[in-house]
T-cell receptor, first 112, second 116 residues
Framework: QQQVKQSPQSLIVQKGGISIINCAYE??????FPWYQQFPGKGPALLIA?????SEKKEGRFTISFNKSAKQFSLHIMDSQPGDSATYFC???????????FGAGTRLAVHP | ETGVTQTPRHLVMGMTNKKSLKCEQH?????MYWYKQSAKKPLELMFV???????ENNSVPSRFSPECPNSSHLFLHLHTLQPEDSALYLC???????????????FGPGTRLTVL
């Protein structure tokens, strides 16, 4: 019940295309769903996050879509750029506790 | 210095060595974390400290020993490690140090540990 499953493991997108990464969780107590971006040699950095009271959140080219009934959420990167090439991690946090469960990560490569 | 810093950035040690990893946060946060990051695996939470008190030990072997002398500093003492302990060790901090919901965690750049 504590797992967060992330797919795909790796993704190649052409510049200007849409990158889509999916995550599924099991624990219905989770109420915080962040996405982290990690560049080589750096620690993960928060990209965007959503709580289950909304189904979508958009910040610039990045959008989280959230489906509470299916217990799934996804990250969409519009107009993908080579600078977006990084590893992306989804995570989920149970309510009332500062503990995040991370997915295994997706390595995104955006080709010019 | 700003954010979360970690030293050393790289460490190579033998299985009989004793070494320590250091983390310092300059964000005024009251919760600090140690994570292990191995290739193609999810980040593994190791320890959580809230207001200097350990609140989570995720079944970590005793060869890893954390220390949190104050809310700004976190150490991970290492002794008699195994080659499979080779990984990137990440420190993080957050503001929400008590029960009340997960909050944004800010990560340091990590220490790349190699155990020979």
């Amino acid at each position: 019940q504590q797992q967060v499953k992330q797919s795909p493991q790796s993704l190649i997108v052409q510049k200007g295309g849409i990158s889509i990464i999916n995550c599924a969780y099991e624990n219905t107590a989770f109420d915080y769903f962040p996405w982290y971006q990690q560049f080589p040699g750096k620690g993960p950095a928060l990209l965007i996050a959503i709580r289950p009271d909304v189904s979508e959140k958009k910040e610039g080219r990045f959008t989280i879509s959230f489906n509470k009934s299916a217990k799934q959420f996804s990250l969409h990167i519009m107009d993908s750029q080579p600078g977006d090439s990084a590893t992306y991690f989804c995570a989920a946090g149970p309510g009332g506790y500062n503990k995040l469960i991370f997915g295994a990560g997706t390595r995104l490569a955006v080709h010019p | 210095e700003t954010g979360v810093t970690q030293t050393p950035r790289h460490l190579v040690m033998g299985m009989t060595n004793k070494k320590s990893l250091k983390c310092e946060q300059h964000l005024g946060h009251n919760a600090m974390y140690w994570y292990k990051q191995s290739a193609k695996k999810p980040l593994e939470l190791m320890f959580v400290y809230n207001f200097k008190e350990q609140t989570e030990n995720n079944s970590v072997p005793s060869r890893f020993s954390p220390e949190c002398p104050n809310s700004s500093h976190l150490f991970l003492h290492l002794h008699t490690l195994q080659p499979e302990d080779s990984a990137l060790y990440l420190c993080a901090s957050s503001q929400d140090g008590v029960a009340g919901g997960a909050d944004t965690q800010y990560f340091g750049p990590g220490t790349r540990l190699t155990v020979l």
